[in-house]
């Protein structure tokens, strides 16, 4: 009967407050039988990521999947997946349903979860992660929601993460790269301003290695920027590499696509030998070890 009561009030979503106001009631009795009783606690991980409907991107999921599962074999993770784009278009395409984190928390919540780490898996503090801090609060004050709930920041968060980045993809970059190469980061980039974060490791990429650039899809420095810069120093060979955590539809297309904007493409056209690299931020190690550092903070803050 309960879990009836949940899928039913799973396809209200939409309704959250309303619906979670009607649930109240059945939902006290029902989860924790006696209601002068205390839940006994139980705690969960709940990793969220913005998506990608890419086949090519599932080995920057299953890599954290394992990783996260390995450090903390006692600890039942969750995913959530932020891009409502992205769930829509595989429910529709592959009729799989990827929860929001809303519906993750309901869901983790209907289980009995009284202590949750909320491990952000994006790249920067922008956009994505404030919308899913307001969801995490306005989860804390829900009267059946989950008592405990903390989060592990992006990627980057405070300066040393940044260090620790910059470190880790230039140690990831190709073996085969000599000096005189340059190496292309391709960010996402956004109108936020939590954009500072990649003009940020410009800096930090360039005072390690003269020829690192990180250039953004949608923001700045914008690849026309990484151009110029390019064309100053006389470059005549790129490595491209995604800084996102998938190598999914921008690493795939905008920036190695066959179209003539891509940056391959463009770069190509400007007489520069390029290689891209398929390979999302999350399929390295020396990079999920600092989402993994995040969680566990996460986690020692749920006590
Ligand atoms: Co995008």
């Given at each position: 009967m309960h879990s009836t009561l949940f899928a039913h009030w799973r396809k209200a979503i939409p309704a959250l407050l309303v619906a979670?106001?009607?649930?109240?009631l059945p939902a006290t009795s029902l989860a924790h039988g006696d209601h002068d009783k205390t839940p006994d606690p139980k705690t969960g991980i709940l990793l969220v990521a913005f998506g990608s409907s890419l086949p090519e991107a599932q080995a920057s999921f299953q890599n954290i999947d394992a990783k996260v599962r390995a450090a903390h074999p006692d600890i039942p993770v969750q995913w959530a997946f932020t891009s409502h784009i992205i769930r829509e278009k595989l429910a529709r395409q592959?009729?799989?349903?990827?929860l929001s984190p809303a519906q993750a928390l309901s869901l983790m919540a209907d289980q009995g979860f009284t202590h949750v780490a909320v491990q952000s898996l994006h790249t920067i503090p922008g956009e994505e992660f404030h919308s899913l801090l307001q969801t995490v609060h306005a989860f804390e004050s829900f009267p059946e929601g989950i008592a405990h709930l903390s989060i592990g920041t992006p990627l980057l968060g405070v300066t040393q993460d940044l260090d620790r980045t910059a470190d880790?993809?230039?140690a990831n970059a190709p073996a085969d790269r000599s000096s005189d190469q340059a190496l292309v980061f391709m960010g996402h980039g956004t109108h936020h301003p939590g954009n500072v974060y990649y003009i940020a490791m410009q800096e930090l990429l360039r005072s390690r290695d003269p020829l690192a650039f990180m250039g953004t899809v949608e923001g700045s420095p914008s690849l026309d920027q990484?151009?110029?810069e390019l064309k100053r120093r006389g470059v005549k060979k790129v490595w491209l590499m995604p800084f996102m955590s998938v190598a999914g539809d921008h690493a795939q297309n905008d920036m190695s696509g066959p179209e003539a904007d891509s940056w391959v493409s463009v770069l190509t056209a400007d007489g520069m030998d390029c290689t891209p690299v398929l390979k999302g931020t999350a399929e390295f190690?020396?990079?999920v070890a600092i989402w993994l550092d995040h969680l566990e903070q996460a986690l020692h803050e749920l006590n």
């Open positions: 979670c106001c009607l649930f109240s592959e009729g799989k349903q990827l880790a993809l230039l990484v151009r110029s190690d020396n990079i």
